[in-house]
C-alpha cells in the first residue's frame, strides 16, 4: 500500500528539520568564507545607521548636516571596512569567537568614532561647520559594536546549545575539583572540546569560602560531608581533580571515598600558562593506580648525575626491557656521547631503536643485538666501544620460570653479570651499575638467590680492587628495589588485561603484600645512586608503603569502572612457588645507612673475599652446564646461607642441612 503524497512531504520536511538532522548538517557545514563574514557586518553597520537615523530624525534633528550626504555613507561604510581589514574582525570562526574577538571590534569601531570625530572638528574648524552630529556618531558606534558582538555570542551559543556532536544526556556529569586558575583553565577546555566528554556542572571548593558565588556560570558547592554525597546531590558521575594545592593524602582520601561510591576520579596534571585549551583538554585522563602510589615527587640531583654522564660513552644491557628501555629515555636527557644499547630480544629491541631514531639528540645510538652469556661477543663489544659506564639490567626475574629452570638463572644472571663485571675490569670502565631486587634478600627462590649471588661477585671485586689500592679500578655499584608497576610480567599489565577479559582477577594470597614503585621512579633513583657511588655499595630506596594486592586488584576494578565480586570476581589460586608473602630489602643482619638522598640508603652487606667466591661461583656455572638443577640449588645455597626455599620443591636441600 503507497503511503499519500502529501503524507509523504510531511514526513519529509519533518526529516529534514529535526533536531538530529539538523545537528547533522551543522556538523559537517565548513566555516563560512570571509567575504560572507564581512557582508554580514556590513548589514548590521546598515541597521545601525538607520537605526540612529531614524532616531534622530524622530527627535528633529539631522543626523548628517553636509550636503554630501552620499559621499559621507560611502566614507562611513569605506572607513569601517579599512578597520576591519586593520584589525582582521572577520578572521575569527564565529562558533569560535572569543574575549579577543570581542576586543577587536571594540578597537575598530573605537578607531572609526576617534577618526570621524577629528574630520568633524576639522570641517568645523575649515568650513565652519560640522558635517555631522557627534552624539549620533557616537551612538550610531555604539549601536554598531553592540550589533557586531551580539550576533557573534548569538551563533556561538546557537552551536554550543543545539548543535553539540553529543546531547547532553551522553555527556559525563562532572564537578571539578577546584576553584584556582589552574580549575578554571580545565573547565575552559573541557567547554570547547570536540568531541565532548564531560558536562561540567559545578566547581568544589574545599576551603567553603565562595559558597555565594559562581565561576563559568556555574556554582561553588559547598562540601560539608563527604564528596560523594555532594556529587549525588548535583547528580553528578564523576570529579575531575584540579586543585594542585592538594596533599597526596588529600587527594587519595578523594579518591577512596569516590571509588567506594563507584564515582569516575579523573586527575589533570598542572596547566601551564603557554598550553593551548586543545592540550588541557588531551590531558585530563581517568586517574591511574601509578597516581594511588602513597608516594612524593623524587628529586634529583642533577647537577651529579651529568657529571657522571655527559660526553661519556655509556652501555646498556637488557635495554629493551621496561628497566632498561626507560634507562636509556633518562641517560639521553644528560647529553653522553654515545650509547650503546644491548638486548638479546630482537623485536622490542627493534622497537626502541624506533623510539630513540624519533628522539633529537646529539649522543650517537648503537643497537646490538648481544647475548651477555657470550663472553668472546661481549668481549667484542667492549673492544669496540670502550664504554666508561654500564648500566647492567639484563636479567631473568619470573621468579616461577626461574625455580623450573635453575640453570638458566645461573647463565643470565650470575655468568652473565660476571662476564660484563669482568670485562669491565679488563676494559677500564669507570662505573658499573648493577641493577638487583629485593628478592635477592633472605631468597626463597632461585632467581632471588642467582640476583644475590650476583651482587656478592660484583662486591669482591670491588673488594679485590681496594686491597690492591688500585685508585683506577672500576667502581662497582649495586641497586635493589622491589617491584615496578607495569613491568613487562608484573601484576598491574596482568590485572589490566584480566579486567578486558571479563575476570576473574587472579591473586596468590589474601595476605600477600609488595612495594612498588613507577618505572620512572626506579630509574631515576638507579640514576642517583650510580653518580653517588664510590664502588661496593648496595643502594636500596625507599619504596613507600606496602600495597596488599587484593586492595590493589579491588581499585583496580572500580577505576575501571566495574564492582570488585559482583561485575569482576577475584580468585584467591594460593602461592606460587619461590614465593614470599612480604618482600624486604634488607638481611636480618643487615643494617642501613642513610646517604644525602632521603629516598636512597646504604645497605651494609657482609663482603666476601674474590678468590673463594669465584671458585664457588665457577662451580656453580659447570653445574649448571650439566643440568643437574639439585646440585645446582645445593650449591646456591651454600653460596648464600640464607636462601631458603618456600613453598618448593628444593626446601627439601632445606631439611637435609
Excluded at 279 to 296: A, F, P
Aim: hydrophobic letters at 45%.
Amino acid at each position: 500500500m503507497s503511503i499519500p503524497v502529501n503524507k509523504r512531504a510531511a514526513q519529509f520536511v519533518s526529516d529534514v528539520f529535526s533536531k538530529t538532522n539538523l545537528r547533522l548538517n551543522m556538523h559537517n557545514l565548513g566555516y563560512l568564507p570571509r567575504w560572507i563574514i564581512v557582508c554580514i557586518d556590513l548589514m548590521v553597520l546598515l541597521l545601525s545607521f538607520f537605526f540612529t537615523f531614524l532616531l534622530f530624525r524622530g527627535t528633529g534633528l539631522d543626523y548628517i548636516t553636509t550636503p554630501h550626504t552620499i559621499i559621507f555613507i560611502s566614507s562611513f561604510f569605506g572607513i569601517n571596512l579599512f578597520f576591519f581589514w586593520l584589525f582582521r574582525t572577520y578572521s575569527g570562526i564565529i562558533r569560535h569567537s572569543s574575549n579577543i574577538d570581542a576586543v577587536k571590534l571594540l578597537f575598530s569601531q573605537s578607531a572609526v568614532l576617534i577618526v570621524f570625530l577629528a574630520f568633524n572638528f576639522l570641517h568645523e574648524i575649515i568650513l565652519g561647520s560640522k558635517a555631522f552630529l557627534n552624539t549620533a556618531i557616537f551612538i550610531n558606534i555604539v549601536l554598531s559594536f553592540c550589533g557586531l558582538f551580539l550576533y557573534r555570542v548569538v551563533v556561538k551559543q546557537t552551536f554550543e546549545l543545539y548543535f553539540s556532536e553529543k546531547s547532553n544526556s551522553e555527556l559525563i556529569r562532572t564537578v571539578i575539583y577546584g576553584t584556582d586558575a589552574n580549575a578554571i583553565s580545565v573547565a575552559n577546555a573541557l567547554k570547547f572540546e570536540t568531541p565532548s566528554r564531560f558536562k561540567i556542572v559545578g566547581f568544589v571548593d574545599k576551603k567553603n569560602k565562595n559558597a555565594s558565588k559562581r565561576m563559568l556560570d556555574l556554582p561553588i558547592l559547598v562540601q560539608k560531608k563527604k564528596l560523594p554525597a555532594l556529587m549525588r546531590s548535583v547528580a553528578a558521575e564523576g570529579v575531575i581533580i584540579a586543585d594542585k594545592g592538594l596533599s597526596k593524602d588529600e587527594q587519595l582520601i578523594i579518591v577512596d571515598q569516590c571509588l567506594e561510591y563507584n564515582y569516575k576520579v579523573y586527575t589533570v596534571p598542572l596547566i601551564s600558562d603557554w598550553e593551548n585549551q586543545k592540550e588541557i583538554s588531551q590531558k585530563v585522563k581517568t586517574i591511574q593506580i601509578e597516581d594511588l602510589l602513597e608516594r612524593k615527587p623524587i628529586l634529583l640531583d642533577n647537577k651529579s648525575i651529568s657529571n657522571q654522564l655527559k660526553g661519556k660513552v655509556i652501555l646498556i644491557s637488557g635495554a629493551a626491557g621496561s628497566i632498561g628501555s626507560e634507562i636509556v629515555r633518562q641517560v639521553l636527557l644528560f647529553d653522553p656521547k654515545k650509547i650503546i644499547i644491548l638486548d638479546q630480544a630482537e623485536t622490542p629491541l627493534h622497537h626502541l631503536k624506533l623510539e630513540t631514531d624519533s628522539i633529537i639528540t646529539r649522543a650517537k645510538i648503537r643497537t646490538v643485538i648481544g647475548d651477555i652469556r657470550n663472553l668472546e661477543a661481549m668481549d667484542r663489544l667492549f673492544s669496540s666501544y670502550k664504554p666508561e659506564v654500564v648500566f647492567h639490567a639484563a636479567a631473568y626475574k619470573h621468579v616461577p620460570l626461574m625455580e623450573e629452570n635453575p640453570c638458566q638463572a645461573i647463565f643470565t644472571n650470575i655468568k652473565g653479570t660476571k662476564n660484563l663485571a669482568d670485562l669491565a675490569c679488563l676494559y677500564g670502565v669507570e662505573k658499573f651499575v648493577m641493577v638487583s631486587t629485593d628478592k635477592a634478600v633472605n631468597p626463597s627462590n632461585v632467581m632471588g638467590a642467582s640476583k644475590r649471588i650476583a651482587e656478592k661477585y660484583v662486591q669482591s671485586l670491588q673488594l679485590k680492587d681496594q686491597k690492591e689500592k688500585d685508585s683506577h679500578a672500576t667502581k662497582f655499584i649495586t641497586t635493589r628495589f622491589g617491584n615496578v608497576l607495569g613491568s613487562n610480567g608484573s601484576v598491574v599489565p596482568l590485572f589490566t588485561k584480566q579486567i578486558a577479559e571479563g575476570g576473574p582477577l587472579t591473586i596468590t594470597h589474601i595476605d600477600i603484600i609488595r612495594y612498588f614503585m613507577t618505572i620512572p621512579e626506579a630509574c631515576q633513583l638507579v640514576l642517583e645512586a650510580g653518580a653517588m657511588g664510590n664502588g661496593g655499595e648496595i643502594y636500596i630506596f625507599d619504596m613507600g608503603k606496602p600495597v596488599k594486592i587484593i586492595d590493589l586488584a579491588r581499585k583496580m576494578i572500580k577505576l575501571a569502572g566495574f564492582i570488585p565480586d559482583k561485575d569482576i570476581k577475584i580468585d584467591i589460586v594460593g602461592l606460587r612457588p619461590g614465593e614470599k608473602l612480604y618482600e624486604e630489602l634488607l638481611n636480618d643482619t643487615s643494617k642501613s645507612i642513610p646517604t644525602h638522598h632521603a629516598k636512597i640508603m646504604i645497605a651494609q652487606e657482609i663482603q666476601e673475599e674474590f678468590e673463594g667466591l669465584h671458585t664457588d661461583i665457577n662451580e656453580l656455572i659447570r653445574l649448571a652446564d650439566l643440568f643437574a638443577n639439585d646440585a645446582i640449588v645445593t650449591q646456591m645455597k651454600k653460596i648464600v646461607p640464607e636462601f631458603k626455599s618456600m613453598n618448593s620443591a628444593y626446601e627439601m636441600l632445606d631439611q637435609k642441612d
